[in-house]
């Protein structure tokens, strides 16, 4: 018997592992990814300012999964009815399987922005930000433009203005969101919250704010404002993985695309057990994982000793403990109803990357991580 995940994201990664414990031993396992290493992308913001930290939040897909075969390729179609996975480099077949490849970058059609913005996926995306943002900074009144402002836009503006104050660059960063309010898919004491903290990092603001075009010098707004920008970052929203055609399926609580085939994390949109749809976030996709890994285990289980009826699957209930966001080097955590910054924020988000770090095994790298992150508040 085979099960095969697609992705080695928060949610493949997570699950990956968790299916290594509770599957019978004689039940192959194989983990697809594109990339030998597991890329903790709720850090990848801090490698704009900080280079050194991309080792912090490599983790070798090797060193991070026990008994599952890690298989290095490209997925590039998945044949649900017939339980067979494309492959940049060949073909697999499964029984049971989960689609957690991730989704892409969302540029609605605009191709100027596609063209001339860069987005931040991958590492390479992180230096890139860094290298434009370091040339702009040796000209004239340099403007640094991110659009976008999620939780993704948020880091990434906050970085850009502490990297221009370390530089000495008298550089103005400006964050753009087409919603009323920053982070607007959050409470409102957060989103609160979060605007005071990119005003007090020196990030101008603006919301009601809609993208329409971009070229190597400016971007266009609505109303055919031109607003000059050096540089040009892209956190405005995702998509489906090509694989999928750039759709992201919908699925219920129990998390089934397929009889035997379930989609989560990025990869779908998800409507949990109370039919509410769930955020795209890393602690959803852990979360997710953790109810697919039950289901999957049940359905392997039932196949293999047989019986009358399929097993009942657990559906997957969105209860988060809270948010966190970093804004270059202040941050800004929401606990229940209590929302904190400064210090304690800061604290509590380095606890959480190194928490997740150690999930996976990675232990010298959470522990980098820590040290790093106490190094760089000294100097704060």
Same mark, same amino acid.
């Given at each position: 018997?085979? $099960?095969?995940?697609?992705?080695?994201?928060?949610?493949?990664?997570?699950?990956?592992?968790?299916?290594?414990?509770?599957? =019978?031993?004689?039940?192959?396992?194989?983990?697809?990814?594109?990339? +030998?290493?597991?890329?903790?992308?709720?850090?990848?913001?801090?490698?704009?300012?900080?280079?050194?930290? #991309?080792?912090?939040?490599?983790?070798?897909?090797?060193?991070?999964?026990?008994?599952?075969?890690?298989?290095?390729?490209?997925?590039?179609?998945?044949?649900?009815?017939?339980?067979?996975?494309?492959?940049?480099?060949?073909?697999?077949?499964?029984?049971?399987?989960?689609?957690?490849?991730?989704?892409?970058?969302?540029?609605?059609?605009?191709?100027?922005?596609?063209?001339?913005?860069?987005?931040?996926? @991958?590492?390479?995306?992180?230096?890139?930000?860094?290298?434009?943002?370091?040339?702009?900074? &040796?000209?004239?009144?340099?403007?640094?433009?991110?659009?976008?402002?999620?939780?993704?836009? %948020?880091?990434?503006?906050?970085?850009?203005?502490?990297?221009?104050?370390?530089?000495?660059?008298?550089?103005?960063?400006?964050?753009?969101?087409?919603?009323?309010?920053?982070? +607007?898919?959050?409470?409102?004491?957060?989103?609160?919250?979060?605007?005071?903290?990119?005003?007090?990092?020196?990030?101008?603001?603006?919301? &009601?704010?809609?993208?329409?075009?971009?070229?190597?010098?400016?971007? %266009?707004?609505?109303?055919?404002?031109?607003?000059?920008?050096?540089?040009?970052?892209?956190?405005? &929203?995702?998509?489906? =993985?090509?694989?999928?055609?750039?759709?992201? =399926?919908?699925? @219920?609580?129990?998390?089934?695309?397929?009889?035997?085939?379930?989609?989560?994390?990025?990869?779908?949109?998800?409507?949990?057990?109370?039919?509410? +749809?769930?955020?795209?976030?890393?602690?959803?996709?852990?979360?997710?994982?953790?109810?697919?890994?039950?289901?999957?285990?049940?359905?392997?289980?039932?196949?293999?000793?047989?019986? $009358?009826?399929?097993?009942?699957?657990?559906?997957?209930?969105?209860?988060? +403990?809270?948010?966190?966001?970093?804004?270059?080097?202040?941050?800004?955590?929401?606990?229940? =109803?209590?929302?904190?910054?400064?210090?304690?924020?800061?604290?509590?988000?380095?606890?959480?990357?190194?928490?997740?770090?150690?999930?996976?095994? #990675?232990?010298?790298?959470?522990?980098?991580?820590?040290?790093?992150?106490?190094?760089?508040?000294?100097?704060?």
């Amino acid at each position: 018997m085979h $099960v095969v995940v697609l992705g080695a994201g928060y949610a493949g990664l997570t699950l990956t592992r968790l299916l290594e414990r509770d599957l =019978p031993d004689d039940v192959a396992l194989t983990l697809v990814d594109e990339s +030998p290493d597991h890329l903790v992308q709720h850090e990848l913001h801090r490698v704009i300012r900080r280079p050194g930290l #991309a080792d912090d939040i490599t983790v070798s897909l090797t060193d991070a999964v026990d008994r599952a075969t890690v298989r290095v390729a490209r997925v590039e179609d998945v044949d649900t009815d017939e339980r067979t996975v494309f492959l940049s480099d060949g073909s697999l077949s499964y029984d049971v399987g989960a689609i957690c490849i991730g989704a892409e970058t969302a540029f609605y059609g605009l191709e100027g922005v596609r063209e001339h913005a860069i987005a931040l996926k @991958r590492l390479e995306h992180a230096a890139r930000i860094r290298s434009a943002a370091l040339e702009a900074f &040796g000209r004239s009144d340099p403007r640094l433009v991110v659009g976008g402002a999620g939780l993704s836009g %948020v880091q990434v503006a906050g970085e850009l203005a502490e990297l221009a104050r370390e530089e000495g660059a008298t550089a103005q960063v400006t964050l753009l969101e087409q919603f009323d309010d920053v982070a +607007p898919n959050f409470p409102s004491n957060f989103r609160r919250a979060v605007r005071r903290a990119l005003e007090n990092a020196g990030v101008v603001v603006r919301t &009601g704010t809609t993208v329409t075009d971009a070229d190597e010098a400016s971007v %266009v707004l609505e109303g055919d404002e031109q607003l000059p920008a050096d540089v040009f970052v892209w956190t405005g &929203g995702i998509r489906g =993985p090509d694989a999928l055609e750039g759709a992201r =399926p919908s699925v @219920r609580g129990d998390l089934r695309l397929t009889d035997r085939t379930f989609a989560l994390g990025d990869a779908a949109r998800v409507v949990d057990a109370n039919g509410e +749809p769930v955020p795209a976030s890393a602690q959803t996709a852990v979360r997710q994982a953790r109810t697919v890994a039950e289901n999957v285990s049940r359905l392997v289980e039932y196949d293999r000793e047989g019986g $009358v009826f399929e097993p009942r699957l657990e559906s997957y209930t969105f209860d988060s +403990p809270g948010w966190l966001v970093s804004v270059g080097n202040d941050a800004v955590a929401q606990l229940g =109803p209590a929302v904190l910054t400064g210090r304690a924020a800061t604290a509590l988000k380095t606890t959480v990357g190194a928490g997740y770090l150690s999930s996976v095994g #990675a232990i010298r790298n959470a522990a980098d991580l820590v040290q790093e992150e106490l190094r760089f508040a000294g100097g704060r």
